[in-house]
C-alpha cells in the first residue's frame, strides 16, 4: 500500500485530535535551546518513535559557532515585598526572558523596567523573548500587567541555572531499500508555544509512526533540535552523513488554520521543490510557493552553499506573518485537529511522490499500443475513466526513458498518484520498463513549464 493511501485509512477526526492531543502534552514543558525542558520533551516523542537523544558538551566548537552552556529554570517572580507574585512563572513560562542568567535582588521598578518586555500593540497578550548567546535576565508580560506596575520597590527572583553542560537533540532513523536519505528536521526549543514549535513536533512524530515498520525506498532521518545551533550543531558533527541526503523537509507552524507555504530550497529546483509544489497545486485550498530567502528556519543551515542541500520548509502560516507568532495567544486554541490531520496528509503526500517517483521507458514506442486489447481502455465510463484513460496515454507517450512520473504529473495537469497507478498498471501489463539509475530527480531534463499553485479551488 502506497503512504498516502495507509494514511487515508486511518480515522481523520482521530488523527487530527491525537496530533493535538500530543502537543498538548508537550505545551506546559518549559523548552530552550538546552536544558531540562527539551530533554523531556525528546522523552516524550520517544515513547511514540524510536529516537536517539544525543549530548554535545557545552564549549564544543560547531562551525563558526560554540555551543552554550546549558540553562535550566526551576522558578521566577517578580513580587511586592511581603505580598504576593505580580508576575509569575509558575503561570507561563513565556514570563521569563529564555535563558535569563539567575538574579535576586531587591528594587525599584525604574531599576526593574529596562528587564521588562511587552506588547503595546496587543496589550493582553506575553511576548516570548530570548537572550541566548548575550547573558541578561527580564521578564515578559502583558502590557496590562506592565501598566498597573506601581512605583515602588520589588523583590525580583529568577532561580535559573546557566552552567557547564550539554545541548541535547533527538534523532529518529528509520531504514529503506537505498541508502539515500529524506530528512525530516524540525525545532523543539520554544516553551509554551503551539504553532511555532509544538505542531512541528506532532506531524514529525505522527510521521514517522506511519513510515516506520514501512517498506520504505529512502532510508528516512528525523531531527527534533533546537533551532539554529542544533542543526548547526548536527551538521559540523554529520559533514559525511549530510552527503547522502537526497530530499528534506523543515516542518514548522502546522497547526494554524492559515493556508499552506512551501518555501522552496537554496536550489530552487530540487525533486522535493517540485513535489511540494505539485502536491499544493493539487490540494482542494490555497496554498503559495515562496523562494528561498536566507533567513526563516533551520532550512537557512541545511541550505548554507557548503551544504547547499535540497530542503525545503513547510508551513501553514508564515512566521513573523501571523499575529500571534511569539506570543502568548500561539497557544492550543490557536492549532486546530483538522488543520494538523491536513498537514500531515500535505506531508505524507509529499513522500509518497519521492518515494514512488520513477522513470519507465516504453517497450511500445511506435505508435499507441492497443490498450483496448488489454483491457486498457474500458469503453463508455463517466468522468473518472476519462482520466485514468487519459493517465495511461500520458505516460505511455512520455515514458521515453527521460521523464520522470513527477514530470509527467506536471506536464499532464494530472494528480501524481493517478500517473503513479497508470505506470504501475502499464509496467504490470508488460508495456514499460523500469529505467535503473537516479530517482527522478537528478537528470538535468525539467519541463519547462511549471505548474502553478492555484488561488485557491
Ligand atoms: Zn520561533
Redesign the pocket.
Known sequence: MHLLEKLEAMNRVQTGEDLHRFAARLYPICRSITGEGIRKTLGMIQEQIPLQLVEVASGTPVFDWVVPKEWNIRDAYIKVPGGDRVVDFQRSNLHVLNYSSPIRATMPLSALRPHLFSLPEKPEWIP?RTSYYKENWGFCLSHNQMQALEDREYEVCIDSSLEEGHLTYGECILPGRSAEEVLISC?AC?PS?AN??LSGLAVATFLARLLSGDDLQYTYRFLFIP?TIGAIAWLARNQETADAIRHGLVL?CLGDPGGFHYKKSRRGDAEIDRAAAHVLAHHAEAAEILDFSPYG?DERQYCSPGFNLPVGCLMRSV?GTFPE??TSADNLEFIRPAALAESLRICTAILDVLETNQTYRSLNPYCEPQLGKRNLYPAGGGEAIQREISARLWVMNLCDGEHSLLDIAQRSGLPFSMIRDAAELLHASGLLEAVPGPRGGESDHHEEFREDVHPGR
Open positions: 516570548y525545532h520554544h508555544l511555532d514549535n533551532g514548522t528556519y512566521w507568532y511569539h
